[in-house]
């Protein structure tokens, strides 16, 4: 992980934020593939290279394993996991869709703190 995230922080010191937007959007996604594999997360009609997808299979893994387990969680937290992983991967699909499209410093200093918080929130939980 922390090699993912310094790659994504040397694309932002080089002011290369396309990168950096591309770069978390390759960590969320090869993080969640292994939560997926490792968890025995069922994911129905899925692919395998759409993040948002696999954020909601794995939130909805959440909340059954803490209902299950009676653990109290909030709710707000998973919402958010949803919703930084739709703002990255949407991010990502129109710098591939349009290659003049550019990213600003704040956009991609997001995406890289909310990688970092999501990956951290996850290990967690997520052996």
Do not use: W
């Amino acid at each position: 992980m922390n090699r993912e995230l310094g790659r994504i922080d040397g694309a932002i010191l080089a002011g290369r934020y396309n990168l950096a937007i591309k770069l978390a959007h390759r960590s969320l996604k090869h993080y969640y593939s292994s939560c997926i594999s490792t968890n025995n997360v069922s994911i129905e009609q899925v692919k395998a290279d759409n993040v948002r997808a696999m954020a909601i299979c794995i939130c909805r893994h959440l909340m059954a394993h803490f209902r299950k387990y009676e653990i109290p969680y909030n709710e707000r937290r998973l919402m958010f996991i949803t919703l930084v992983s739709n703002v990255i991967f949407l991010t990502t699909m129109s710098l591939y869709s349009n290659d003049e499209h550019l990213i600003d410093k704040a956009t991609a200093t997001y995406a890289r703190e909310n990688v970092d918080s999501i990956i951290s929130y996850l290990m967690r939980y997520m052996a």
